[in-house]
C-alpha cells in the first residue's frame, strides 16, 4: 500500500437518522468512528464527500428531494464531524469522484490506496469505488461501516469487478500499520 486516505461517503443525517435511513445505516456509525479514529491517530488524509443536492439533480427524479443543500438532512451526523483542515466536498450524483475535485485532492497529496466507509454501499460507495477504479487507485472498503439499501450482496461484485479488500473496523489499524 502507498499512501492511504479515508473517504467519508453520506454519513448525512437524512441516511442515518432521516427519511431514508435504515437499521443498517445505523449500524455502521460505531465502526465509521473506529476507523476515522484510526486514520486520525495516524495524522492521515480524512476526505467527506456528501450529497447536497437542488431541485434540478438528476437524481430528485428518481429519488425525491433529499439531502438537499443547505438542509439539515444534508448535514453529516454528529458522531462523524469533519475537523479542521478535512476536506468535505459536496455532491449531486452518486460518485464522490463526478464533478468533484476528489481525484485532484488525492492525487495532489500522493494517495494512491483509499478506504471507502459509508451510505450506502450499493449506490454511492459503488459508484465511488467503480470511479477510484477506473482512477486506479487501490480499494478498501469497511464492510462493516458501510450498509446496503438494495443490494445486500454488493460485496462479492465489488471484489470481483473493482478489485476491492474488504476489511471490518477492528482490522483497519492493523492494515494501516502493517503497509
Known amino acids: 500500500?502507498?499512501?492511504p486516505a479515508l473517504i467519508v461517503i453520506d454519513m448525512l443525517e437524512e441516511f442515518v437518522n432521516g427519511r431514508l435511513s435504515?437499521?443498517?445505516?445505523k449500524s455502521t456509525v460505531n465502526p465509521a468512528k473506529k476507523v476515522l479514529e484510526e486514520f486520525r491517530k495516524r495524522g492521515l488524509d480524512v476526505?467527506?464527500?456528501?450529497d447536497s443536492h437542488q431541485e434540478s439533480?438528476?437524481?430528485?427524479?428518481?429519488?425525491?428531494?433529499?439531502?438537499?443543500r443547505g438542509s439539515k438532512d444534508a448535514q453529516i451526523i454528529d458522531e462523524l464531524k469533519p475537523l479542521s483542515g478535512e476536506e468535505v466536498l459536496e455532491k449531486h450524483t452518486y460518485s464522490g469522484f463526478f464533478g468533484t475535485p476528489l481525484d485532484y485532492l488525492l492525487r495532489s497529496k500522493g494517495i494512491d490506496t483509499i478506504?471507502?466507509?459509508?451510505?450506502?454501499?450499493?449506490?454511492c460507495v459503488r459508484h465511488t469505488a467503480a470511479d477510484a477504479f477506473y482512477r486506479g487507485?487501490?480499494?478498501?472498503?469497511?464492510?462493516?461501516?458501510?450498509?446496503?439499501?438494495?443490494?445486500k450482496n454488493w460485496k462479492?461484485?465489488?471484489e470481483k469487478v473493482y478489485g476491492i479488500t474488504a476489511i471490518k473496523s477492528d482490522d483497519v489499524g492493523f492494515v494501516l500499520d502493517k503497509n
Not at 478506504?115 to 449506490?123: P, S, V
Not at 487507485?137 to 443490494?151: N, P, S, T
Open 1 to 3: 500500500m502507498g499512501r
Open 22 to 25: 435504515t437499521p443498517e445505516a
Open 47 to 50: 476526505f467527506y464527500v456528501k
Open 57 to 68: 439533480d438528476f437524481e430528485i427524479r428518481l429519488w425525491g428531494p433529499h439531502a438537499m
Open 115 to 123: 478506504f471507502l466507509i459509508g451510505l450506502d454501499a450499493d449506490i
Open 137 to 151: 487507485y487501490k480499494i478498501y472498503v469497511v464492510e462493516d461501516a458501510v450498509a446496503a439499501y438494495i443490494d
Open 156 to 158: 462479492e461484485y465489488f
